[in-house]
């Protein structure tokens, strides 16, 4: 690959753009899904390679891509010039959906397709030298000037390797928004069994506040390390996860925020037609069950105001899933109304669709009649309603 990008650098300064095009087509077709070319070195020899050969050729590119996806009316399309010819553009798919691509104009582009999943971790541990526990504890009360919350952390270790002269090194991650006690750690010694007790203050809100690790390892072994996660609400830094029956979903991002802010139409509307909005519903709530782990909500489909991949939705009730930390920012009332745009994901086997409260679900309430009367609601029922009427007669007309 690096002696292929040489190649091309002399064949450009001989303006010998034939033989240069043929070696700089090769080096797009050995590039990894991620647009890298191996070494760092020899990724950057093709970066400068391909850039002087574009720089020099000098010819007016234009090219309009244009990709459509099974079951949305609206395609996305990307218009490369030569002002942004370099840039990538990306969009997203679900899995079980066919794509088409049409390309009209001059020019030559790179379209890479890859699948992203969650994978279930191993449940193995790498620790050979030691045993290792976390506990991360609520202290009643606030023990440091300025902080929201304070906390307790505990650490045990217990040394498997009986050497007296063994030096051990531990490595505590600190969690986003947290500060630890301006006083050292506390440590209690018990035999080959070490205990040491961190007091830490939460500084600042997190949207979705990640594990953090604590590591131990000998100094003359770093390789073979031990290591935890602890969280504030997680039981060994777990991920999240949404349960129904035997089937789990990942929830590891930031809750579903319900509009209360007044939306423009154009915003609503826009919305509403993006590429990977799925679905457009007008839902009841008629159950909820507030359980610690998952959050369910029955939701009665009052009407389908744009159809995706569950075609067999209106006058049905459908479960929606949440986490339980989501369900204050979320603030659903049961017996109200609401406008839902989102995705559906597929089960483990494929067989069902399940409905979840992502973080990019839009949740709006939708006004009674009566409630349209009111100058809280007027602008809000208006704009809901002209949604439903465009999207129900003309559909998302590009």
Not at 46 to 63: D, G, I, R, W
Not at 69 to 95: C, Y
Not at 387 to 392: K, R
Request: neutral net charge; glycine residues 6%; charged residues 25%.
């Amino acid at each position: 690959m690096e002696a292929t990008a040489y190649a091309v650098l002399a064949l450009v300064k001989d303006k010998d753009f034939d033989k240069a095009g043929e070696a700089v087509r090769w080096l797009r077709s050995q590039q990894s899904q991620f647009g890298g070319s191996g070494a760092t070195q020899a990724t950057i020899m093709v970066f400068q390679a391909v850039a002087e050969y574009h720089t020099e050729m000098k010819n007016p590119q234009s090219l309009d891509v244009e990709l459509t996806v099974e079951g949305i009316s609206r395609p996305t399309r990307w218009i490369f010039k030569r002002q942004n010819v370099h840039i990538a553009w990306t969009d997203q798919i679900w899995l079980n959906k066919y794509l088409n691509v049409t390309a009209t104009g001059t020019g030559t582009a790179t379209l890479t397709v890859f699948t992203v999943y969650y994978a279930k971790p191993v449940n193995k541990s790498d620790c050979k030298l030691f045993d290792l526990s976390v506990k991360m504890e609520h202290e009643h009360g606030v023990h440091f000037l300025g902080a929201i919350e304070s906390y307790k952390l505990t650490v045990e270790i217990l040394y498997k390797n009986q050497t007296t002269d063994a030096r051990t090194v531990l490595d505590v991650g600190l969690l986003t928004g947290f500060q630890k006690h301006e006083g050292g750690p506390t440590e209690v010694y018990h035999k080959n069994k070490k205990t040491v007790s961190y007091r830490m203050h939460k500084m600042h809100n997190v949207g979705l506040l990640q594990p953090a690790a604590v590591t131990v390892y000998e100094y003359r072994s770093p390789d073979d390390r031990c290591t935890k996660f602890y969280h504030p609400e997680r039981k060994d830094g777990a991920i999240y996860s949404l349960c129904r029956g035997d089937h789990c979903w990942c929830a590891e991002e930031n809750c579903s925020f319900q509009k209360k802010n007044r939306v423009s139409e154009q915003e609503r509307f826009d919305r509403a037609c993006e590429s990977d909005m799925d679905y457009v519903y007008k839902v009841r709530v008629v159950k909820m069950d507030l359980a610690l782990d998952t959050n369910s909500y029955d939701m009665k489909v009052e009407q389908v105001l744009k159809e995706g991949t569950d075609d067999d939705a209106e006058g049905r009730v459908k479960p929606f899933l949440a986490r339980p930390s989501c369900r204050e920012y979320l603030g659903l009332v049961e017996g109200k109304s609401y406008l839902i745009m989102g995705n559906v994901e597929l089960t483990n086997q494929g067989e069902s669709l399940q409905y979840i409260f992502g973080e990019r679900t839009w949740v709006e309430y939708w006004p009674t009649r009566e409630e349209s009367q009111t100058r809280e609601y007027r602008d809000q029922y208006i704009g809901i309603s002209l949604l439903q009427n465009s999207l129900l007669r003309r559909g998302c007309v590009v």
